[in-house]
């Protein structure tokens, strides 16, 4: 199989910057106190993603899954280290990236996928299959700002979800979306990973992790952890004490809206 | 630590993987977005619609839509008319409202896409903060909005012109206006670029641009006659050559001889207590097109010099953004 995503050895140092004026600057370094200090969100991490892997990110909060996603989406560049990725990325990261609330939703869909990518004809021949499943109907052609925060998280989803990639990378999903559209956005991810894409699925969820996933990475303080098997990495997070045997489809569902 | 692929896990087969996503002919690369100018040519689409969308969000929920771009500008001239033309301008500089409004569109133009520039990544920060695009577009695609109103404004200002009934525009005046818009783009371009990324560093600059922009119009000859400044000046070349080594100067100085001498007759004598006489080489500086090739020339320096600080700084954005 080939190699979908490859990350060698990536560092990120940040810096905690104090927001001081500069007359603050010079009082706290007359006290002796720190101006700048450091920190590595990201610390040597390592490792190769065959395509078509599905992939459970987790970790504790800022442990440093959302930098990481940053950097294998491209947006951020490592500070040492390096990253490679193979064919087109898409995901929920991006998830109504340049909505504007005056325009209307068709026009923001086209925003949007141009955003993520997509060239004109391309949103043309999607547009169909992406208004369907956003089941907004005619309010298609009214403001976006006039939606409900679910109605515009729905939209944002459709669009991403109907990007023709390679890598599909899963952060925010599903907070607002009412328990039909959870179910059928969790139906379409596992339609696009059963499609070959290598899903990149950040979650707090044990139970839609070992659902979707089929290996865990856990970060912990900027380091990989664990890299393996899903009930191992569930366990080692100690997780896997949680709701045992609920009605899965229900629990799952609400899982889902939990995360962020 | 790779390959740890349950079997039980409910991944399609490899036979069905490899066949939508056969991707061994696609190279592995670095996801990050190919950056520079170069890198928004090749982002057109993307960029076409920022600049719709700026646009339509301008003027949406308006019943008079773009029409506001042409009564803008028609009422700014108006007011110059009143102001210059009757109530202090009892013809001393003839057709004075042109003359200011002329370099008023590239003053206007050099500002807008300074200032929205200057914020622009600021502004986009859930864009920049999600996507890797070449982010040059902000900046780029704030100088493309404030192109668009000059169209408008060039149609108020050519029909000032015809009103005045004396307009005989000729081949070099169109030059002129040409090479004025050339070096405004640059410019504004640049500032727009180099300003925008400082601009997530330190929020500071995002005053000193408005003082910049708020001193512009008055040392540029727009509110007064270049005559004025050889006049004052005149003992002093020094001083001269540093009011006119001013790029956005060379630009009005250009639009006028496109736009407002164009419109005086050489037999026009003007009031002689002002001193006024019509001519090319009493109203501009020597030189003047060959001038406007050299602040060509500076300005594209320029706009590299600004790509450079731009690349420079790009990588710090995603993390100074909060």
């Known amino acids: ?102 325009m209307t939703g068709r026009e923001n869909i086209y925003m949007n996928a141009a955003i993520l990518g997509m060239t004109k004809a391309e949103t043309d021949a999607k547009y169909p299959e992406i208004s369907e499943f956003a089941e907004l109907g005619d309010r298609l052609d009214t403001p976006v700002g006039n939606y409900s925060s679910g109605m515009s998280a729905r939209l944002g989803f459709a669009v991403a979800v109907h990007v023709d990639c390679d890598v599909f990378i899963a952060d925010e999903v599903l907070a607002v979306g009412d328990q039909p559209f959870k179910r059928k956005c969790v139906k379409k991810m596992e339609e696009i990973r059963n499609s070959g894409v290598t899903l990149f699925y950040v979650s707090h969820a044990a139970m839609s992790v070992r659902k979707m996933c089929n290996r865990v990475i856990v970060l912990e303080e900027g380091r990989v952890g664990f890299d393996g098997d899903v009930d191992e990495g569930i366990k080692y997070l100690h997780y896997d004490d949680e709701e045992p045997d609920v009605d899965v489809e229900e629990s799952e569902a609400a899982e889902l809206g939990s995360e962020i | 630590m790779t390959d740890q692929l349950t079997p039980d896990s409910g991944v399609a087969g490899e036979a069905s993987v490899a066949l939508r996503h056969d991707l061994d002919h696609v190279p592995l690369v670095d996801p990050t977005a190919k950056g520079g100018l170069v890198g928004v040519l090749r982002r057109r689409y993307l960029l076409s619609l920022m600049v719709k969308r ?61 200032t929205s520039g200057t914020r622009s990544i600021m502004q986009n920060k859930s864009i920049v903060q999600k996507m890797p695009l070449p982010r040059e577009i902000f900046p780029i695609a704030s100088m493309l909005v404030s192109l668009y109103h000059v169209g408008p404004q060039l149609v108020i200002l050519a029909g000032a012109c015809l009103v005045t009934g004396t307009f005989s525009p000729d081949l070099a005046g169109v030059f002129a206006m040409v090479m004025a818009f050339v070096i405004v783009i640059l410019l504004g371009s640049a500032m727009g670029l180099m300003f925008s990324a400082i601009n997530v560093m330190y929020r500071d600059w995002t005053r000193l641009v408005q003082i910049l922009t708020n001193m512009l119009p008055f040392t540029v000859p727009m509110m007064y006659p270049f005559t004025l400044v050889d006049h004052r000046f005149r003992n002093f070349p020094l001083i001269e050559h540093f009011y006119l080594f001013n790029p956005v100067t060379e630009a009005v100085l250009l639009m006028q001889r496109m736009f407002w001498i164009t419109t005086i007759p050489p037999t026009d004598k003007g009031k002689p207590e002002w001193g006024f006489q019509p001519g090319l080489t009493v109203n501009f500086p020597p030189h003047l097109f060959v001038r406007g090739l050299i602040f060509i020339g500076v300005s594209m320096l320029f706009l590299a010099f600004a790509q450079w600080v731009f690349t420079r700084l790009d990588d710090r954005i995603p993390d100074r953004l909060i």
């Open chain 1, 1 to 102: 199989m080939t190699t979908s995503i490859e990350v060698e050895n990536v560092s990120k140092l940040f810096h905690k910057h104090y927001q001081r004026t500069l007359k603050q600057t010079v009082v706290a370094k007359m006290r002796g106190q720190k101006v700048k200090d450091t920190f590595w969100a990201l610390d040597d991490v390592s490792f190769n993603v065959e395509q078509g892997e599905a992939i459970g990110l987790m970790g504790l909060n800022g442990s440093g899954k959302s930098t990481l996603l940053k950097h294998i989406m491209g947006v951020m560049r490592p500070t040492s280290g390096a990253i490679r990725t193979r064919g087109r990325l898409s995901g929920l990261i991006a998830t109504g990236a340049g909505f504007h609330p005056e």
């Open chain 2, 54 to 114: 700026e646009l339509r969000a301008r003027y949406i929920g308006s019943k008079m839509g773009l029409a506001w771009s042409y009564i803008n500008p028609l009422s700014r001239f108006l007011t110059f008319y009143f102001v210059f033309g009757i109530i202090l301008g009892r013809g001393q500089i003839p057709h004075f409202a042109i003359h200011l409004f002329a370099g008023m569109v590239v003053v206007n133009l050099f500002t807008e896409s300074f």
